[in-house]
Each structure stands twice: as structure tokens, then as C-alpha cells.
């Protein structure tokens, strides 16, 4: 009985964690802005970046897959930051990679984002 109440109280704390990111993602849901020229996907993994400190491989495939069972390989994360880098880089912005761990951006281009996106949408 003590090994459940555990496995279900690290169950529920991954189900928070997992809540957790997909609520941050809700603002960056809807209409993708084109100032950027990113796809969905692409916006996404923008979108944690910019509300997070650091993203991990498995917090994006969660986010852009949910189903771990319908996961592709890992690798075409790698596609699509490598594609959104490559479209953000004219903009000065950057994302950069933490080996072995994931992606983070600095606040500089968090800042640099967000004007952009509040200059397309006329808030700016």
C-alpha cells in the first residue's frame, strides 16, 4: 500500500508539472503571428521559451505531442528549433542550446519577442 500512495503521489506531481506547462502555452495558442514567419510547431517551442527559463526535450514533446506513444524521434525537436533559430536569428534573436539538457533564451530576447509580437497586433 506504501509503495502506491508513492507511485501515485509521483504521478500527481508530474501530472502538475506537465498542467503546469501546457497552461503557459494556452497564450501562445490561436493565430501564429507572421512577423516571424514560424509554423505552429515552430511557435510553440518559441511560446516555451519565452515562458520558461529552460526547455527540455521531453517538456516540448509533451507539449507538441502529448501522447508519449505518438512521439517522433527526438531529433526533429532538434529540426525545429534548428528551423526556428535560422528564422529568429534576422530579428536578434537567439535561442540557445544547453547541452545535454535542452533550450533557453535570454531575457534580452524574450524582450525582443514580445516587441515584436506586440508591434504586429498593434501593441506597440
Known sequence: MGQRMSDLAE???????????????????????AVFGLTPKEYAIVGMLVARNEVSKDQLMTVLYGDPDNEPASQVLSVFVSKARGKLLPFGVEISTIWGRGWSMSKEAKAKVAEYLAAESGNG
Do not use: D, H, I
Open 11 to 33: 504521478e500527481n506531481a508530474e501530472l502538475r508539472e506537465r498542467v503546469k506547462y501546457l497552461e503557459g502555452l494556452l497564450m501562445q495558442r490561436g493565430a501564429v503571428p
